[in-house]
């Protein structure tokens, strides 16, 4: 049974521009998230995700509505007690954060871990020293500390660089300093901007895993905003689509993929396959073991808008599989390469390939 864990009431924000104009950044949301999801927000530029975001930790103040979230009840007496002691399933309840007293409200902070494109990280503190930095701010003692930071490198796979500096690691691996330091003082809740979208495609696939694991061996809950729906079909199980400050699609991800209803999202779904939700080496690995055509198609700028796929098809009456790869149509960038499968003979397949060469269509034969 799933158990809710957020309830997003008639949320508004609004900003006043100057004396006679207001955007609209959220505009009349409801929204619920259950506990253990993997929630994916996705939309256009400006289409409200950050603020939506910011409003549930409360770096922003709504203009009205109400968020409820399932928060954790800290006896009084029991407040010098060590964190995550006794704590049954009655010492949670659905709270309206906005209401909170500024104690509440940093207890909720604390269990509310955040991350974002740019890692934030601090420059003049080595690994350790950034993820022990939210360990000092709630009192922690020294020796509790330097336990609980090697737990959490362990966590995110970084113990060995426990003493390099942030300008000394790679973007995937300040990714994971910045991860380790949000579960710190174990959230409840992950939120995560556009965490992956400075890294390249294999990068972002290994953080992507690794929020997965957090996910399932913590039970943490990862509301997490992406502008590719690559991103959402690996690893959300859930996800909305915002335009203009509203919700305009929203559901399971499988169902949004199948049957997409808004025409964003039709467009969204447009270059995804409709049919797999698995892992490109999952999908490499099946391919290998059929008598087929595997290739990876590196398209240029020039060359996304023309439908090759359909065109092979079409033209060698073949059916194609779409394996993975993302083209982004939004902001015309290639993101990742297309994968796809091609069943055919080797005759035909051989017809193929100097087709696209051709068409200097650059290639790897799988
Ligand atoms: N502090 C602010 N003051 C005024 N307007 C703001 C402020 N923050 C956001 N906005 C406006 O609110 C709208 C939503 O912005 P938001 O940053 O939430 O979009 P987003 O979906 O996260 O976009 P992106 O994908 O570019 O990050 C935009 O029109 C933006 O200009
Ligand atoms: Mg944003």
Known sequence: MSEKLITIKNLNKRYNIGTDREVVAVDNINLEIDKGDIYGI?????????????????????????????????????????????????????????????AQLRQYRKKTGMIFQ?????????????????LEISGWKKKDIAKRVDELLEIVGLL?????????????????????????????????????????PRTTNSILELLKDINKKFGITIILITHQMEVIRKVCNKATIMSEGKIIEEGETKEIF???????????????????FRSDEELLKRSKNTETLA????????????????????????????????????????????????????EIGEEILAWLKENKVELEVL
């Open 160 to 200: 060995d660089k426990k003493n390099s500096y942030p300008e000394q690691l790679s973007g995937g691996q300040k990714q994971r300093v910045a991860i380790a330091r949000a579960l710190a003082n174990n959230p409840q809740i992950l939120l995560s901007d556009e965490a992956t979208s400075a890294l390249d």
């Open 42 to 102: 996705m939309g256009l530029s400006g289409a409200g995700k950050s603020t939506l975001i910011r409003l549930l930790n409360r770096l922003e103040e709504p203009t009205s509505g109400e968020i409820f979230v399932r928060h954790q009840i800290v006896p009084k007496k029991n407040k010098k007690n060590k964190e995550n002691e006794n704590i049954t399933e009655e010492t949670f309840e659905n709270k309206n954060i906005l209401e909170f007293k500024p």
């Open 258 to 276: 199948l049957n997409p209803k808004s025409d964003l999202a039709k467009e969204f779904v447009a270059n995804i396959p409709h049919d797999e």
């Open 118 to 134: 740019h890692f934030n990280l601090l420059n003049s503190r080595d690994v350790a020293g950034n993820v022990a930095f939210p």
């Open 295 to 346: 290739l990876k198609l590196k398209l240029t700028e020039d060359q996304v808008n023309r439908a090759f796929v359909t065109e092979i098809i079409k033209k060698f009456d073949v059916e194609i599989n779409i394996l993975g790869g993302f083209i982004d149509k939004v902001s015309n960038i290639i993101v990742g390469n297309l994968l796809i499968e091609i069943m055919t003979n080797k």
